[in-house]
């Protein structure tokens, strides 16, 4: 038997066979043949998406080439390469996503089908980007979807979870090449959280990171731009993984830790491609949860759940991450209702999370939250069928897809057992 760990190592699966095939042909065979099927791509859900005691499906040997519509407006895109390879081989075609999260090692597929997204209060998630699927269902047939050929199908799919079948390409939106530059300083808290509509409204991309036992947040804005000489190289994550090594040994040095990281580095400013602008390294591994509340609720959530974490002298070293995202109408989106402010909370890896998030989580779903699927959450079926209006639809396209429940695995079954 096999062994599979995700990226921050807290999630173990043991598969009965981890497979790579190198086409569509062997990957029909693969899944036809099957009990269990799952597929991972990095490894970057925090949540058990991938676990399976059967087949575990990598489509890192898939063959595949990118193809640019006539129009330069859409790409077909293998579903299994990464983001990485993906915005890189749309550089070279003179192309950009008009939008990318904050890493770049995942899947294609699996950022479509979790709800991966970026910031910016015009800007929806990744999957808002995808306009056809091309998918082996769980008999091993082949279809394609899209608006006009099976809507249903296609609609479910925008994000699936991977319960619908395995992507094997995809059509996604794309914009002319695209410079940004970034700006990166330190800005008091308390201005930030006052100002925060008006921020938004101020550039294409804005977020910020905030120490929870600090008084100022790193701030940090991209703007379309055009090409320029000036370019600064990322600051190196050693400092903050020495940090983070100290708070593990000793958890009540953190809000000091912070105090003083906050403090340090000035303002800096880089410009570049966006597919090099956009992502950011993360070497140091942690545990995430991250809940989408409406704009309206965001600030009051997060003093909320400031006020509760320093109240309790939670030891979380990691910064929390603030974010804005459009709303879309896509059928299991946590951005379906409208527009969201995005609160992302962290925790190094080896360092206790449960309860610590178990507390903030309470919080945010006091204000209306809706978790990112694959990080950290507790949701129940109950708790999909409220908060998703169009989670029985979903069901009912899921079940026609899979009518076995293939796809499915313990986590997923808790989730959706109203459509098995």
């Known amino acids: 038997m096999s062994e599979w760990r995700n990226w921050s190592g807290s999630v173990v699966a043991h598969p009965a066979a981890i497979v790579r095939p190198r086409d569509e042909a062997e990957l029909s065979a693969i899944v036809r043949d099957a009990r269990q099927v799952r597929v991972t791509g990095a490894g970057h859900s925090f949540m058990p ?4 005691s059967g087949t575990l499906v990598s489509l890192d040997d898939m063959d595949g080439e990118l193809i640019v519509a006539p129009d330069r407006r859409t790409v077909d895109a293998p579903a299994g390469w990464s983001l990485k390879r993906l915005t ?3 550089w070279e075609q003179g192309l950009s996503l008009p939008n990318q999260g904050d890493v770049n090692p995942q899947s294609l597929g699996g950022a479509l089908a979790t709800g991966t997204h970026g910031t910016g209060r015009d800007l929806g998630s990744l999957a808002t980007l995808a306009q056809a699927f091309r998918l082996v269902l769980a008999d091993g047939s082949i279809v394609d979807c899209d608006a006009a050929s099976a809507p249903d199908l296609f609609q479910a799919q925008r994000l699936s979870l991977g319960l619908l079948g395995i992507a094997t390409r995809v059509r996604m939106a794309v914009l002319p090449a695209l410079h940004l530059e970034e700006r990166i300083e330190r800005r008091p808290l308390a201005e930030v959280l006052d100002r925060i509509a008006d921020l938004a409204l101020a550039t294409r991309h804005m977020e910020f990171f ?13 703007h379309p731009t055009t090409p320029a000489d000036l370019s600064q190289e990322e600051g190196s994550d050693r400092v903050f993984q020495a940090c983070c ?7 009540r040095t953190v809000p000091m830790i912070q105090r003083v990281i906050s403090r340090i580095g000035g303002p800096t400013q880089r410009v570049g491609p966006a597919w090099c602008i956009f992502p950011s390294d993360r070497n140091v591994r942690f545990e995430e949860m991250e809940y989408e509340l409406p704009v309206a609720n965001a600030v009051a959530a997060l003093r909320e759940a400031l006020a509760l974490l320093r109240r309790r002298r939670m030891p979380l070293i990691f910064p929390f991450e603030f974010r804005m995202v459009a709303g879309d109408d896509i059928w299991l989106s946590p951005f379906h209702a409208g527009p969201c402010a995005s609160i992302s909370v962290h925790q190094y890896a080896p360092m206790e999370w449960r309860p610590h998030f178990a507390e903030l989580e309470a919080v945010f779903r006091a204000h209306g939250g809706r978790p990112h699927w694959a990080k950290r959450h507790t949701l129940t079926s109950a708790d999909v069928r409220r908060l998703y209006p169009k989670a029985e639809a979903f069901g009912a396209v899921r079940k026609q897809a899979d009518p076995e429940a293939k796809f499915m695995n313990d986590h997923l079954r808790q989730l959706f057992d109203f459509s098995l």
């Open 49 to 52: 998406l991938c676990e399976t």
């Open 210 to 222: 905030l120490f929870p036992y600090a008084d100022s947040v790193t701030f940090k804005t991209l």
């Open 88 to 90: 890189e081989a749309l």
């Open 245 to 251: 090594d100290l708070a593990a040994a000793a958890p």
